[in-house]
């Protein structure tokens, strides 16, 4: 049996042997097969050069001798590699059997060791089939919520934008309304500028006329225009309420009772003006800024919170029917004394004294069912007298 035929690692060991007996050869007593071995500095010999010195031992008795002595005082206890150098025939065969019998053992436990692997991949394969199952049902749940979320999203959006629509519709339709609106109030505006013009036009002409009939001695004739003499009306018996009032007799049943506020009720409640003007006042005198500090503040003095309390003594003026004063400390920016605005208020600048004294002397002429607004205790207590009822000015900006 030929050692090629074998797999050469089971003979390893002698070839190790030999080759300490090819090294302390002579170079001339080594074998012409063995010389290349001889020359090889691998410290493992290739292969074909192992075979070519297991040939040798097969062939040489005196070499395989040689290599059996350093065998036997290595200690080496291999049995079939002993029967080797003895016989090689038979070390041959026994070196086959058992080379065989190795590969089948291994053969066994590659087997054993596939089999366990496929085993254990086919239970990675069941729990992939698993996890892709459970991924693909949540990934198909996934897309039915989108895609219901989408189609809820959809619904909103096209709600929303019908609800625009209709609010749109609506505000160009309020717009066409304002617009027509509009046009009507220039009309108006027109006819009124025309309708001012003509009634400066005749008082100018009454001024002339005026002024030539008080050279002749004779009174104003009445305005002979409705409008104007209604209004002319409207002037006169706003001046003479006052002097009806103070010219009745106390003692008359036709007298009014003096104002009360009806008892439990707060001074800087609002209910206590309304009760007030429930009863006809006769005058309404307000402190002008005390009551625009109570409103605006810091921001009192201006321009802007004065017109803020004529305009809510307007309302005041219109609710009671009383005459309604508004006193203010100082000058007017245009340096007048006072003018009356669109809604009747009387509006009186202080001018060199406090407005306190100007709205205590107002009071001291004539107190009877009068009113004074104001949140100034010393002010309240100056004209806390009889027919005189002073009123916070919270009351007021409640009220209003």
């Known amino acids: 049996m030929a050692p090629d035929k074998h797999p050469i690692a089971m003979l390893r060991p002698l070839v190790e042997y030999a080759r300490t007996e090819i090294a302390d050869m002579e170079p001339d007593d080594v074998p012409a097969r063995l010389r290349k071995a001889a020359r090889s500095s691998a410290r493992t010999l290739p292969p074909p050069l192992a075979r070519s010195v297991v040939q040798e031992l097969v062939d040489s008795e005196r070499f395989r001798d040689a290599v059996r002595d350093r065998f036997d005082a290595g200690g080496n206890t291999d049995a079939d590699l002993a029967a080797f150098l003895t016989d090689p025939q038979i ?62 999203g959809h ?7 019908a609800e625009l629509h209709r609010t749109l519709v609506a505000r160009e339709s309020e717009i066409a309304r304002l617009t027509d609106y509009i046009d009507d109030l220039r009309g108006d505006l027109v006819d009124v500028q025309a309708r001012l013009e003509g009634a400066m036009e005749r008082n100018r002409r009454r001024a002339r006329s005026k ?39 106390r003692g008359s049943p036709e007298v009014p009772e003096p104002l009360r506020v009806p008892p439990g009720i707060s001074p800087e409640a609002s209910s206590t003006l309304t009760s007030l003007v429930k009863q006809s006042p006769a005058v309404i005198i307000i ?48 340096g007048r004394d006072g003018f009356r605005s669109s809604e009747g208020v009387s509006v009186r600048f202080s001018r060199g004294e406090e407005a306190d004294d100007t709205i205590v002397d107002l009071v001291h002429t004539d107190p009877y069912r009068t009113v004074v607004v104001t949140n100034d205790r010393e002010l309240r207590d100056r004209c806390s007298i009889d027919g005189c009822v002073p009123v916070w000015a919270t009351a007021f900006v409640a009220w209003g």
Do not use: C
Request: charged share 35%.
């Open 91 to 152: 070390g041959l065969e026994r070196i086959a059997a058992r080379v065989e019998a190795s590969t089948e053992t291994r053969a066994v436990s590659d087997l054993a060791s596939a089999n366990r692997r496929i085993a254990a991949l086919t239970i990675q394969l069941e729990e992939a089939k698993t996890r892709m199952k459970t991924v693909r049902a949540d990934h198909l749940k996934a897309i039915g919520e989108a895609h219901n979320s989408v189609s809820e």
């Open 211 to 249: 002024r030539s009939l008080g050279r002749s001695g004779r009174s104003e004739p009445s305005p002979s225009d409705p409008l104007e003499f209604a209004r002319w009306l409207d002037m006169i018996e706003q001046r003479a309420r006052p002097f009806r009032n103070k010219n009745l007799s």
């Open 287 to 334: 402190d002008g800024y005390n009551v625009a500090g109570e409103i605006h503040g810091e921001g009192f003095a201006t321009r802007a919170a004065r017109d803020d309390v004529v305009s809510r003594a307007g309302r005041l003026a219109r609710s009671s029917g009383a005459e309604v004063i508004v006193v203010f400390d100082g000058s007017d920016e245009d």
């Open 155 to 161: 619904r909103r959006a096209e709600a929303k934008n």
